[in-house]
């Protein structure tokens, strides 16, 4: 029992199906229960999660929230999101959940041609790959990050233009490095980055020189960076804004480089003992500066913006590890990405609280979990491997739609339709390459700016 089964419940007809795969094909096979429905349908369940979490299923934190036995929460959209809808319908717009993504990139190919190896695997290119990019949060431009190169692009209607620059990467040494992790800063007029190879640095990049203008350490150079991410949601659009938050697999701080050489902030930080082992493996932020924590473990932890103490709430995913998370501007619904799904999970409590200023305990409303059709798993050869799905967001505005990758396929869910409880509604577009990331474009719902 495994997540490359894709397993599919059919509540009418009161049966499972799932993908097969051989050495040459993939198949999908169905089985009718009958009376045994409800009884199999938990205990595979609990199967499943033992054989992801590796630990008996009476050891599971919440064993409800996993069965998807929470509280039921409200699919109803909210009132104002649908007179928007409908006013789009009167004024001859369409409806959001009915509008086609309008990809940036051109090159596509037919959906349902054959899916190749190199389309499916990760192919070591060297400098030619594309590796990381950086979508413009003030302008309407993107960077794109090759090992030790970064171009620059311009990014307006449907057209990504080359600005004919290319820089090489280096420290304030002159020595080029690869970033394993880059950043929008500043309102776009810095890019800051990660060198796995000095896990206690953070690079300052000034986008206008191309090049890099300062370096950052923490403490002593003791606690090592694993990700980046802006104080807030907000906060990459402010060019006033020398804040930001790091993280590793024990815990996170906040960094502030006007303090110079050590730019942690010693009063906002929090670490876990060495006993509990959280293994942190990524973070987003609020528009309010909560922040929610992914793990290796599967676990999704909410904190609140003091960054000082324990989480208030703890999700326990379904023991596959999260390999990136997103967050809503209001905090009322987490994104995890797993390598085969999206989980989807509200947050809200009565009295327009959420968890992460106030423990959820059992009062956790069910999860959503979002998952490719089988065709479509077919057609990529029961091979699915998500990118880090992201929400769109722009400044004053809602999320409205939902970008994830895997192989040449960007996939994009209209949140409105998810949370109607719709999880299998989704548009699918095809790139000519592996997708390596893909993130909206700036200030757009229906744009995907996509790196291959």
Same mark, same amino acid.
């Given at each position: 029992?495994?997540?490359?089964?894709?397993?599919?419940?059919?509540?009418?007809?009161?049966?499972?199906?799932? %993908?097969?795969?051989?050495? &040459?094909?993939?198949?999908?096979?169905?089985?009718?229960?009958?009376?045994?429905?409800?009884?199999?349908?938990?205990?595979?369940?609990?199967?499943?999660?033992?054989?992801?979490?590796?630990?008996?299923?009476?050891?599971?934190?919440?064993?409800?929230?996993?069965?998807?036995?929470?509280?039921?929460?409200?699919?109803? %959209?909210?009132?104002?999101?649908?007179?928007?809808?409908?006013?789009?319908?009167?004024?001859?717009?369409?409806?959001?959940?009915?509008?086609?993504?309008?990809?940036?990139? /051109?090159?596509?190919?037919?959906?349902?041609?054959?899916?190749?190896?190199?389309?499916?695997?990760?192919?070591?290119?060297?400098?030619?790959?594309?590796?990381?990019?950086?979508?413009?949060? &003030? !302008?309407?431009?993107?960077?794109?990050?090759?090992?030790?190169?970064?171009?620059?692009?311009?990014?307006?209607?449907?057209?990504?233009?080359? @600005?004919?620059?290319?820089?090489? *990467?280096?420290?304030? =040494?002159?020595?080029?490095?690869?970033?394993?992790?880059?950043?929008?800063?500043?309102?776009?007029?810095?890019?800051?980055? +990660?060198?796995?190879?000095?896990?206690?640095?953070?690079? &300052?990049?000034?986008?206008?020189?191309?090049? %890099?203008?300062?370096?950052?350490?923490?403490?002593?150079?003791?606690?090592?960076?694993?990700? *980046? *991410?802006?104080?807030?949601?907000?906060?990459?659009?402010?060019?006033?804004?020398?804040?930001?938050?790091?993280?590793?697999?024990?815990?996170?701080?906040?960094?502030?480089?006007?303090?110079?050489?050590?730019?942690?902030?010693?009063?906002?930080?929090?670490?876990?003992?060495?006993?509990?082992?959280?293994?942190?493996?990524?973070?987003?932020?609020?528009?309010?500066?909560?922040?929610?924590?992914?793990?290796?473990?599967?676990?999704?932890? @909410?904190?609140? =913006?003091?960054?000082?103490?324990?989480?208030?709430?703890?999700?326990?995913?379904?023991?596959?590890?999260? *390999?990136?998370?997103?967050?809503? !501007?209001?905090?009322?619904?987490?994104?995890? #990405?797993?390598?085969?799904?999206?989980?989807?999970?509200? #947050?809200?409590?009565?009295?327009?609280?959420?968890?992460?200023? /106030?423990?959820?305990?059992?009062?956790?409303?069910?999860?959503?979990?979002?998952?490719?059709?089988?065709?479509?798993?077919?057609?990529?050869?029961?091979?699915?491997?998500?990118?880090?799905?992201?929400?769109?967001?722009?400044?004053?505005?809602?999320?409205?739609?939902?970008?994830?990758?895997?192989?040449?396929?960007?996939?994009?869910?209209?949140?409105?339709?998810?949370?109607?409880?719709? +999880?299998?509604?989704?548009?699918?577009?095809?790139? /000519?390459?592996?997708?390596?990331?893909?993130?909206?474009?700036?200030?757009?719902?229906?744009?995907?700016? %996509?790196?291959?």
């Amino acid at each position: 029992v495994c997540n490359e089964m894709f397993l599919h419940w059919n509540d009418p007809q009161r049966s499972v199906i799932w %993908v097969a795969r051989t050495a &040459s094909s993939a198949m999908t096979l169905s089985l009718v229960l009958g009376d045994h429905y409800t009884e199999f349908h938990e205990e595979l369940a609990k199967r499943l999660w033992e054989t992801n979490a590796m630990r008996p299923f009476d050891k599971a934190e919440d064993p409800s929230w996993v069965l998807g036995e929470g509280r039921p929460f409200d699919l109803e %959209v909210d009132e104002e999101e649908e007179e928007e809808d409908e006013r789009r319908r009167s004024s001859g717009g369409r409806r959001r959940s009915d509008r086609r993504l309008s990809f940036i990139t /051109t090159d596509q190919t037919q959906e349902d041609a054959p899916v190749s190896a190199d389309e499916l695997e990760d192919v070591d290119q060297g400098e030619d790959a594309n590796k990381l990019l950086a979508v413009g949060r &003030s !302008h309407p431009r993107s960077f794109l990050v090759r090992g030790s190169l970064m171009d620059v692009y311009s990014v307006n209607d449907d057209e990504v233009r080359y @600005l004919n620059a290319t820089t090489r *990467i280096k420290d304030m =040494s002159d020595t080029p490095f690869s970033p394993c992790r880059v950043m929008s800063h500043q309102g776009d007029e810095r890019l800051l980055m +990660l060198n796995a190879e000095k896990p206690n640095n953070v690079y &300052s990049l000034d986008v206008e020189r191309g090049k %890099v203008v300062e370096e950052w350490h923490t403490d002593q150079y003791k606690t090592p960076i694993r990700e *980046i *991410i802006p104080e807030s949601k907000e906060a990459p659009y402010a060019a006033s804004t020398s804040t930001f938050v790091g993280m590793n697999n024990m815990g996170f701080f906040l960094m502030d480089p006007r303090q110079g050489g050590n730019c942690m902030v010693e009063d906002r930080k929090f670490t876990y003992g060495a006993r509990t082992k959280p293994e942190l493996s990524c973070v987003a932020t609020t528009g309010d500066g909560h922040l929610v924590a992914g793990s290796a473990k599967g676990e999704i932890r @909410l904190f609140d =913006s003091s960054l000082k103490h324990r989480a208030k709430t703890q999700l326990p995913g379904f023991g596959d590890p999260i *390999i990136g998370v997103d967050v809503t !501007h209001d905090g009322r619904w987490v994104l995890a #990405t797993t390598a085969t799904y999206l989980i989807l999970a509200s #947050t809200e409590l009565p009295g327009h609280k959420t968890g992460f200023t /106030t423990p959820m305990g059992k009062n956790k409303p069910r999860p959503l979990r979002l998952e490719l059709r089988h065709e479509h798993v077919i057609l990529l050869g029961g091979r699915v491997n998500f990118t880090p799905a992201r929400f769109n967001y722009a400044p004053g505005g809602n999320e409205t739609s939902i970008v994830t990758a895997t192989g040449p396929f960007v996939v994009t869910w209209d949140f409105a339709t998810v949370r109607k409880g719709n +999880l299998l509604e989704y548009d699918l577009k095809r790139e /000519t390459a592996r997708v390596v990331a893909g993130e909206f474009a700036f200030g757009e719902d229906t744009k995907v700016v %996509v790196a291959t």
